[in-house]
């Protein structure tokens, strides 16, 4: 963990704090446009299942963050989670959200990828993601997620 101001609960660097809210809202951003885009059948499952990993990537990076680790430059969410357990943390209500992994590079540069013999449960999909979303802003203690 670096040095400065500790934060009271959970004993978190102040720095490593704030940098976990600011990649939470960004991958608050990632879902709203996941949200924006759920009900247009002219968006492609690739760019919303795209969005939909980058909220979680993100999310997942602010929790490692917030933790004191420093997080690996990977899109792999099954490497973050990894990362997470390992340093003692429950992942399990969210290992589902590892099917996201191949939005991140594979379907965007692909035109008919595996991942497309299944439409995305839109709704359901957003449902996932805001409770990882809200998970760790009650970790790191940010309002409005």
Same mark, same amino acid.
């Given at each position: 963990?670096?040095?400065g101001?500790r934060?009271?609960?959970? $004993?978190?660097?102040?720095?490593?704090?704030?940098?976990?809210?600011?990649?939470?809202?960004?991958? #608050?951003?990632? =879902? &709203?446009?996941?949200?924006?885009?759920q009900?247009?059948?002219?968006?492609a499952?690739? @760019?919303? $299942?795209?969005?939909?990993? #980058?909220?979680?990537?993100?999310?997942?990076?602010?929790? @490692?963050?917030?933790?004191?680790?420093?997080?690996?430059?990977?899109? #792999?969410?099954?490497? =973050?989670?990894a990362?997470?357990?390992?340093? $003692?943390?429950?992942?399990e209500s969210? =290992?589902?959200?590892?099917?996201?992994?191949?939005?991140?590079?594979?379907?965007?540069?692909?035109? &008919?990828p595996?991942?497309?013999?299944?439409?995305?449960?839109?709704?359901?999909l957003?449902?996932?993601? #805001?409770?990882? =979303?809200?998970?760790?802003?009650?970790? @790191?203690g940010?309002? $409005? @997620?």
């Open positions: 963990m670096s040095s101001a934060f009271a609960k959970g $004993g978190y660097c102040m720095r490593e704090v704030e940098h976990a809210r600011s990649l939470l809202r960004l991958a #608050q951003r990632d =879902l &709203n446009a996941v949200i924006a885009l009900e247009s059948a002219l968006v499952d690739e @760019i919303v $299942g795209f969005h939909a990993q #980058q909220s979680v990537e993100k999310a997942l990076k602010a929790w @490692i963050s917030a933790t004191g680790l420093v997080y690996p430059l990977t899109h #792999q969410l099954p490497r =973050l989670l990362l997470l357990e390992s340093a $003692g943390a429950d992942v969210f =290992l589902p959200l590892v099917r996201f992994t191949p939005y991140a590079v594979q379907t965007r540069y692909e035109e &008919n595996p991942e497309a013999d299944e439409a995305l449960d839109r709704p359901a957003v449902a996932e993601v #805001q409770i990882l =979303l809200r998970h760790v802003a009650a970790l @790191i940010e309002q $409005g @997620i």
